[in-house]
C-alpha cells in the first residue's frame, strides 16, 4: 500500500508562484503514473496534470497550461506541482494521485491512490 502526503500549499497573491511536493512512502513511487488533482467548493474534483513513470511524458489541463509543471524525483520518492502566474481561480484543495497503469488518464476514478490534499488560495 502506497501513502502520498502533500505539501506546499498556502496563501499567494494573484500573479506569484508556489511548488507542491508530494512524498510517496511503502512504495517505490517510479511504479506509478502520478498525477494532480485539485477541487474547489462546491464543485467535482479536476485534473491538473500528469506524468508517466519515467518522467518524460506529461499532459496538462487547459486551464493550467504554460503555467503549471509538474515533474518527479523518483530517487527522492517525490512528485513536484510548480505553479506560476497563479489566479484566483486557481483557488482549490490540490491531491497529488497514483495510478498502477502505465498510461496518464485524466478521470479521477482511474486513479486509486490519493493524499490527503493541501490548500492552495490565490488571493485578486
Known amino acids: 500500500q502506497v501513502q502520498l502526503v502533500e505539501s506546499g500549499g498556502g496563501l499567494v497573491q494573484a500573479g506569484g508562484s508556489l511548488r507542491l511536493s508530494c512524498a510517496a512512502s511503502?512504495?517505490?513511487?517510479?511504479?506509478?503514473?502520478m498525477g494532480w488533482f485539485r477541487q474547489a467548493p462546491g464543485k467535482g474534483r479536476e485534473f491538473v496534470a500528469a506524468v508517466t513513470r519515467s518522467g518524460m511524458i506529461t499532459r496538462y489541463a487547459d486551464s493550467v497550461k504554460g503555467r503549471f509543471t509538474i515533474s518527479r524525483d523518483n530517487a527522492k520518492n517525490t512528485v513536484y506541482l510548480q505553479m506560476n502566474s497563479l489566479r484566483p481561480e486557481d483557488t482549490a484543495v490540490y491531491y497529488c494521485?497514483?495510478?498502477?497503469?502505465?498510461?496518464?488518464?485524466?478521470?479521477?476514478?482511474?486513479?486509486?491512490?490519493w493524499g490527503q490534499g493541501t490548500q492552495v488560495t490565490v488571493s485578486p
Open positions: 494521485a497514483g495510478r498502477d497503469s502505465i498510461s496518464i488518464e485524466t478521470p479521477a476514478l482511474e486513479y486509486a491512490y
Open positions: 511503502g512504495r517505490t513511487l517510479g511504479s506509478l503514473t
